[in-house]
């Protein structure tokens, strides 16, 4: 015979989607959210993203050329990091803090552990977590929108301490304190619908995970059913960021559809468990970090079998 068979190795499956093009859709998605958050609060917040995405590029190169690693800079996933991490902080935070929250996320969890897909928690929320421990106070100061008046009161705060709370068409445009990123959730529906449209994640995290929240508020809520309450909890605080954004991390969560569905329900489960019986008026971060860390144990026994392969396959 002429013509000989090849046989190549691994993977078989190519595709010219690259990191950087991925990366880059997702600084487009998250631009909405950005330009709102510099609308509602001003210089202070356009400040400090620029100051969270100039810091988290730089600390990558610095760390890579000490480890004497490959440059990384140019897949632009530190600039999703930093742009990520201004989004999940208060507007008013001193910038010092937001660097050295760029500088936990990028050395510590990113680079320290391999560098892009070798993480095993999402960098910009375990800083955001990291900043809240330490510095409590100031990750809860929150800015009023328009006015340099700082508030402790959030939307999920008043829901849970009791009180007037905003309308709802404030919480969905963004005229309400709150992280950088999160009080807007018309400009984060936007951007997911974006990501969705390039198809850069796909519907079953995002959906499962607030429809999770919105069922387990509606039943274990103080509001009772076929109330406004499960929808407070939609719109306020971080879920859509959360959920649209930072649960969907390629390298923190799972790799398949069953998987995706263990993931989201967990996320949304903890999220609530945190909301309506700890002290803590959100429980985002920590519901998706908790759920990063099983994600392994996830993906193990939800696995597809190999084709031909018996029980243990």
């Not at 631009?31 to 730089?58: E, H, N």
């Not at 939307?155 to 849970?160: D, G, H, V």
């Not at 649209?244 to 398949?256: F, G, H, K």
């Amino acid at each position: 015979m002429d013509k000989q068979l090849l046989v190549s190795s691994s993977p078989h499956i190519r595709s010219d989607i690259t990191t950087r093009r991925l990366m880059l859709d997702v600084i487009i998605a998250i631009m909405p959210a950005s330009f709102a958050g510099v609308w509602f609060f001003g210089t202070k917040a356009a400040i400090l993203i620029a100051v969270t995405v100039i810091s988290s590029v730089l600390f990558e190169y610095i760390i890579r050329k000490v480890f004497k690693r490959n440059n990384t800079v140019s897949d632009l996933s530190a600039a999703v990091t930093g742009l990520l991490l201004a989004l999940n902080l208060p507007p008013a935070l001193p910038v010092w803090m937001a660097v050295v929250g760029s500088f936990f996320a990028i050395v510590v969890v990113k680079q320290l552990f391999g560098g892009i897909g070798q993480n095993f928690v999402n960098p910009a929320l375990a800083a955001r977590a990291m900043l809240l421990v330490s510095y409590g106070s100031k990750m809860t100061s929150w800015s009023e929108p328009f006015t340099d008046v700082v508030s402790s009161a959030t939307p999920l705060a008043i829901l849970k301490t009791g009180g007037e709370m905003p309308g709802l068409w404030d919480m969905f445009l963004g005229k309400i304190g709150g992280s950088l990123g999160e009080v807007s959730s018309l400009a984060l529906i936007i951007g997911g619908i974006y990501l969705f449209a390039r198809r850069v994640i796909s519907w079953h995290i995002p959906v499962i995970y607030c429809g999770t929240v919105f069922i387990l508020a509606w039943i274990l809520g103080a509001g009772g059913s076929f109330t406004l309450y499960p929808v407070y909890h939609i719109l306020g605080g971080g879920l859509l960021i959360g959920a649209i954004y930072m649960a969907t991390d390629y390298t923190t969560s799972p790799m398949t559809r069953k998987g995706m569905v263990i993931y989201a329900v967990g996320c949304g489960l903890l999220t609530v468990l945190f909301r309506l019986y700890t002290n803590m008026p959100e429980g985002v971060s920590y519901a998706i970090l908790l759920m990063n860390v099983a994600v392994p144990l996830i993906d193990r026994y939800t696995k597809p079998r190999r084709f031909g392969g018996g029980a243990n396959a």
